[in-house]
Antibody, heavy 116, light 108 residues
Framework: QVQLVESGGGLVKPGGSLRLSCAAS????????MSWIRQAPGKGLEWVSY????????YYADSVKGRFTISRDNAKNSLYLQMNSLRAEDTAVYYC?????????WGQGTLVTVSS | QSALTQPASVSGSPGQSITISCTGT?????????VSWYQQHPGKAPKLMIY???NRPSGVSNRFSGSKSGNTASLTISGLQAEDEADYYC????????FGGGTKLTVL
């Protein structure tokens, strides 16, 4: 069965950095686009970034462009999100998700809190 | 403000049918058959309910159906059940803002 398990969330001060990881299993990871989608407390869903199966195509939302970097390691079945220059408005649950046009599977999410 | 517009809330009684709309533009909803719908219960990850406008993934109840007319997509839930109470999000990946703002469904 498909599993996506995020890790790396936590409390960080404004201006700080955090790296999220997502361990994938139950499918051929290298065949799929992967995405990071976030949800601020009490708010809706926001697509943060996606990466193609080979890593050659990458998209970032304007709100994180220049600060966040998505990457993947197909040998390790892992997806990453490096988050720098974090702001209070980046506080959210971050979901690892399989797909781009259609998100068929979601992880359970990891909470990132940016606060002094 | 989301580029995909959904009503903030809808409600219905058990056994009734409800419809949630998702209005976009000819550049997203109206131009492509790439509309998806997700259900999210409190504290849980979203779940795919409908993809490519009207297709149901395996395991999703046939009480859930999707359609599209012009720039507006719709999710219809028939035979409402208490467990359907959740937030629902539409998505069109070609949109400048790929997710709608979400609709809270209350089962009375």
């Amino acid at each position: 069965q498909v599993q996506l398990v995020e890790s790396g969330g936590g409390l960080v001060k404004p201006g700080g950095s955090l790296r999220l990881s997502c361990a994938a299993s139950g499918f051929t990871f290298s065949d799929y686009y992967m995405s990071w989608i976030r949800q601020a407390p009490g708010k809706g869903l926001e697509w943060v970034s996606y990466i193609s199966s080979s890593g050659s195509t990458i998209y970032y939302a304007d709100s994180v462009k220049g600060r966040f970097t998505i990457s993947r390691d197909n040998a390790k079945n892992s997806l990453y999100l490096q988050m720098n220059s974090l702001r209070a408005e980046d506080t959210a649950v971050y979901y690892c998700a399989r797909g781009r046009k259609v998100i068929g599977y979601w992880g359970q999410g990891t909470l990132v809190t940016v606060s002094s | 403000q989301s580029a995909l517009t959904q009503p903030a809330s809808v409600s219905g009684s058990p056994g009734q049918s409800i419809t949630i709309s998702c209005t976009g533009t000819s550049s997203d909803v109206g131009g492509y058959n790439y509309v998806s719908w997700y259900q999210q219960h409190p504290g849980k990850a979203p779940k795919l309910m409908i993809y490519d406008v009207s297709n149901r993934p395996s395991g999703v109840s046939n009480r859930f159906s999707g359609s599209k007319s012009g720039n507006t997509a719709s999710l219809t839930i028939s035979g409402l059940q208490a467990e359907d109470e959740a937030d629902y999000y539409c998505s069109s990946y070609t949109s400048s803002t790929p997710f709608g703002g979400g609709t809270k469904l209350t089962v009375l």
